[in-house]
């Protein structure tokens, strides 16, 4: 029987629009995997976002249940009241991110997910390994283009 895959995420950006990063630990049973990225123009919302999409991405079993741990209100009020769902039916007028949220949407009905709002830098350890992940990343030297926030224009019609 598959185990509930337990996540923690964070993104941080330093100026937001600045540098930015996201933090990922999964957990199953007594496996742990650790994912992180920096980009070097983004938002902190992209970043909390884009941390939730690289944790469902990488589950390789479909349905598999995962419960995703967030700081982002953003994020976690997005999904768990509904309001993507609605902003996906208005083709996301007016709406930050449409290339993630799209990108969310692809992933999120191929698993079982909840997710969790929990408090940040409230001493939560894997959480506060998260924010060390995504500010480690977003200091790196190695960024990446976030191209959705650079070139949003190049990105509608992605996904």
Known sequence: MAKTVIAYTDGASTGNPGPGGYGVVLK????????????????NNRMELMAVIVALEALLIPQTEIIIHSDSKYVV??????????????????????????RFLSIYPKHKVKLQWVKG???????????????????????????????????TTLL
Do not use: M
């Open 77 to 102: 009020d997005a999904v768990e009241k509904g309001w993507v769902f609605g902003w996906q039916k208005k083709n996301f007028d007016k709406k930050a991110n449409p290339d993630l949220w799209r």
């Open 28 to 43: 199953s049973g007594d496996r742990r995997k650790e994912i992180s990225e920096g980009f070097r123009l983004t938002t």
């Open 121 to 155: 830098h409230a001493g939560i350890p894997e959480n506060e390994r998260c924010d060390q992940l995504a500010t480690a990343a977003a200091a790196s030297s190695n960024l990446k283009i976030d191209t959705g926030y650079e070139n949003p224009a190049n990105t």
